[in-house]
């Protein structure tokens, strides 16, 4: 019975993972908060094709206080694992399963949400919402780079860094 739940959490854990992130992220209006100021700043360089520099420092230093807060936040509410107390076979499969996690997160979780953000954000689709809303003053391909770029930041770029440090287990 002890394997047979061993070999279900071993299954499920990327998609614990995956409905881990998404419940740590969007339970945390910071993180949100702090996702938009780059997004939006990306978006606008994105769709204007004017790139500051003063717009690329404010941009850093917001995407640095995103993953610091992802740490802070994440590291308060992370599994408390007491190493001193743990047995050789629950350290290999607690090291079996992070790498089974990061198969699933490098080669399913990421490029799923990157193909669905790039579908949303691609010319076909903002062409159908521009003339929905009967708006032709809108550059469609700006528009759609820009849409990518935006949905890019807010939610591929800090679900990548929650994943990652979920699965080495510093949240």
């Known amino acids: 019975m002890a394997v047979q739940q061993t070999l279900r959490r071993f299954i499920w854990a990327p998609f614990e993972l995956i409905s881990w992130g998404f419940r740590f992220y969007f339970s945390h209006t910071v993180l949100i908060i702090l996702a938009l100021v780059p997004s939006m700043i990306r978006g606008y360089q994105m769709y204007t094709g004017h790139t500051p520099e003063s717009l690329e420092i404010i941009l850093w230093v917001m995407r640095i206080a995103l993953f610091a807060a992802i740490a802070r936040i994440g590291w308060k509410e992370r599994d408390r ?8 076979p629950a350290a290999l499969e607690l090291i079996v399963t992070a790498l089974w996690q990061y ?44 849409v990518l770029f935006v949905l890019k930041n807010i939610f ?3 679900m990548y860094i929650m994943f990652l440090l979920r699965m080495i287990k510093v949240i």
Request: net charge neutral.
């Open 81 to 88: 694992i007491n190493w001193k107390q743990i047995t050789v």
């Open 103 to 146: 198969v699933w997160f490098l080669y399913a979780i990421i490029p799923g949400i990157k193909l669905v953000t790039e579908w949303i954000g691609s010319e076909e689709v903002m062409g159908v919402i521009v003339r929905l809303l009967h708006v032709s003053a809108i550059d469609v391909q700006a528009l759609a780079k820009s």
């Open 156 to 158: 591929v770029i800090p």
